[in-house]
């Protein structure tokens, strides 16, 4: 008897010299056991379809009970997941569940559509989708580091770090407040500040902050939506300042007022000017990385497309430039405003804190002098 069938392998044995004894789950019959002989002789016709966690179409024969593959072409081979050893242990791991539940001579079809949309889903994450790190190994030998010596005994320690999106800046940064045991701030100042300033959190957009990635094209300034009696109402209430300038200006207030009274890291919010101009000390840092790094990295964090990455990252760059420039009058990501410049594609999330953590250690030993 012959059967026509899609088949995944769940589990292979090599056997003799060149054949192999391969547990199947097909789509007609459930799981089964065939011999694929002559498979790991080269150039066998049926030596790709024979492979573990491959999805194939079969032409298998019965005789007398036993299964013979005769025909084996690939539809599918998981290429992503195969590539990668985590992944891989995974997928056999879930194959290994499988041929356990699925009984001989039995079609199981959700337990086999739940194995292969669990292999494409393995397929589709990201390599080293534990930590989504960034790192270039090429670029990592290029390193050096010069610093400065910046506290005086006495000033607390701030850390301002300016960063792309993409360039896994946000993580680098809350792994470093980890690391030092001090606060990581981002959107909760722009809640402190709307509660200082009782402002309703819907009148008003946090422009800076990465979690808030609708209406991109907006631009600074008043919103010409509101009415004529919501413009005056927040005319009299700020003092003639339109909403996005009062919430900047209490914005700097707050950073000044926690800066001597804490260590903390700051995410962007032009703290990096706001503290230079009060001379307040800081360490000051940019967090970037190759463009195409950026686009591959969102495209996995994201799910977006290359064009859907590309797109919206112009569209925060562009942002986050104009809202810089428009408060600090400095130029957004210019190494001149910065006392350090990160490369994180040359280092990797774990690299990049270690340096920092270098940097802010020379910091203190020349506060120590």
Aim: proline share 3%; charged share 25%; net charge neutral.
């Amino acid at each position: 008897m012959h059967m026509t069938t899609k088949a995944l392998v769940l589990r292979q044995v090599d056997y003799k010299e060149s054949d192999k004894i391969l547990t199947l789950l097909t789509q007609e019959a459930g799981r089964l056991t065939a011999s694929a002989r002559g498979c790991r002789r080269k150039g066998s016709p049926i030596a790709a379809g024979s492979q573990l966690l491959v999805w194939s179409d079969v032409v298998l024969h019965e005789y007398r009970g036993r299964w013979t593959v005769q025909e084996a072409a690939v539809d599918r081979e998981f290429r992503g997941m195969r590539e990668d050893l985590e992944k891989f242990s995974l997928g056999c791991y879930f194959a290994e569940v499988t041929e356990l539940l699925a009984v001989e001579g039995l079609p199981c079809p959700e337990l086999l559509s739940l194995l292969l949309n669990s292999l494409h889903a393995l397929d589709k994450l990201p390599t080293n989708f534990n930590s989504l790190d960034i790192l270039d190994p090429k670029m990592a030998h290029l390193n050096s580091l010069r610093l400065n010596r910046r506290f005086d005994q006495g000033n607390h320690l701030v850390v301002c770090i300016g960063r792309t999106y993409g360039s896994a800046g946000t993580d680098i940064g809350f792994a470093l407040a980890d690391a030092l045991k001090i606060n990581y701030y981002d959107s909760e100042i722009f809640t402190e500040v709307l509660e200082r300033m009782e402002a309703d959190p819907k009148s008003v957009q946090d422009r800076v902050s990465f979690a808030h990635k609708q209406n991109l094209n907006q631009s600074l300034g008043m919103d010409k939506n509101r009415g004529l009696k919501e413009r005056l109402r927040e005319f009299n209430r700020y003092h003639g300042l339109p909403t996005e300038d009062a919430l900047f200006f209490n914005q700097s207030g707050l950073l000044c007022d926690m800066a001597k009274r804490e260590d903390f890291i700051i995410m962007g919010r032009c703290a990096d000017a706001i503290l230079s101009n009060n001379g307040i000390p800081h360490i000051s840092l940019f967090i970037n990385a190759p463009f195409n790094l950026r686009v591959r990295r969102v495209m996995d964090t994201d799910g977006l497309d290359k064009k859907g990455a590309t797109k919206l990252l112009h569209q925060l760059d562009r942002r986050h430039r104009h809202y810089y420039e428009f408060y600090t009058g400095r130029r957004w990501g210019d190494p001149a405003n910065y006392d350090l410049c990160l490369n994180s594609a040359s280092y990797g999330i774990d690299g990049s804190v270690a340096l920092i953590r270098q940097l802010i250690e020379k910091s203190r030993e020349g506060a120590d002098d």
